[in-house]
């Protein structure tokens, strides 16, 4: 079963700033936070991933809480091409298998 | 990044019959997940494959129903046998970075299955 739960959906204003929580409170101390994208009719896409420290990339950025218990993916600049379903996983690293929850389905707003 | 075809794209198939679906990537890698995509519903892995290795299938899959082959490290072959119409899916298949950082999974367009 997948360790994190999320929101079903969500919506934002195109230009808005799009905050996806993610609450993964069984997390293990050598387990890495992932975000995965999958646009419709697409296969999933690689977003960022992080450990405790936040990070960012030119896609998004990854808040990690100091407990680690949970995380929030920032798309600064949400725009149309950003409506997808959003996937936050846990795992230990690149040998350990992807178990996707249902993710966030965000809309993006015009 | 390593680019993934898949063949088909898409296929309509009888029940009773069977459907070998490819994997190709443009990059040696060890590890190959095949992953089922049921009508609304997320992503569930099927098994992983690694060249010169019996496949590792999940819970709830097995090796009679689908059949994986990895004969090299660029490809690799996934077989949906005995089709019913609960095996309407996409089905993805899936790398490790062939970089070797730990950053990566890459998944390839998908099959869409539709079992009549």
């Known amino acids: 079963d997948a360790k994190t739960t999320q929101p079903p959906s969500m919506d934002c204003a195109e230009g808005r700033a799009a905050n996806l929580p993610c609450n993964h409170s069984?997390?293990?101390?050598?387990?890495?936070v992932y975000w995965y994208r999958q646009i419709h009719s697409q296969g999933p896409q690689y977003i960022i991933h992080?450990?405790?420290n936040n990070e960012t990339n030119e896609m998004a950025s990854l808040i990690i809480t100091e407990d680690r218990k949970s995380s929030t993916l920032i798309l600064p600049h949400a725009t149309l091409r950003d409506t997808a379903v959003y996937y936050c996983?846990?795992?230990?690293?690149?040998?350990?298998?992807?178990?996707f929850g249902k993710g966030t389905r965000l809309h993006i707003l015009p | 990044s390593a680019v993934i075809s898949q063949k088909p794209s898409r296929d309509i198939c009888q029940r009773g019959t069977s459907l070998t679906i490819q994997c190709q990537v443009d990059?040696?890698?060890?590890?190959m997940f095949w992953y089922r995509q049921q009508p609304g519903q997320s992503l569930t892995l099927i098994a992983t494959?690694?060249?010169?290795?019996?496949?590792?299938?999940e819970s709830g899959f097995v090796i009679d129903k689908f059949p994986i082959s990895r004969p090299n490290l660029t490809f690799s072959t996934l077989t949906v046998s005995n089709m019913s119409p609960e095996d309407s899916s996409i089905y993805l298949c899936?790398?490790?970075?062939?970089?070797?950082?730990?950053?990566?999974?890459?998944f390839g367009p998908g099959t869409r299955l539709t079992v009549t």
């Open positions: 899936s790398v490790e970075d062939p970089r070797g950082g730990p950053d990566e999974q890459y």
């Open positions: 069984t997390i293990s101390g050598n387990e890495y």
């Open positions: 992080g450990l405790k």
């Open positions: 996983i846990v795992r230990v690293d690149r040998d350990d298998k992807i178990i």
């Open positions: 990059s040696q890698v060890t590890m």
């Open positions: 494959a690694n060249q010169g290795s019996e496949a590792t299938y």
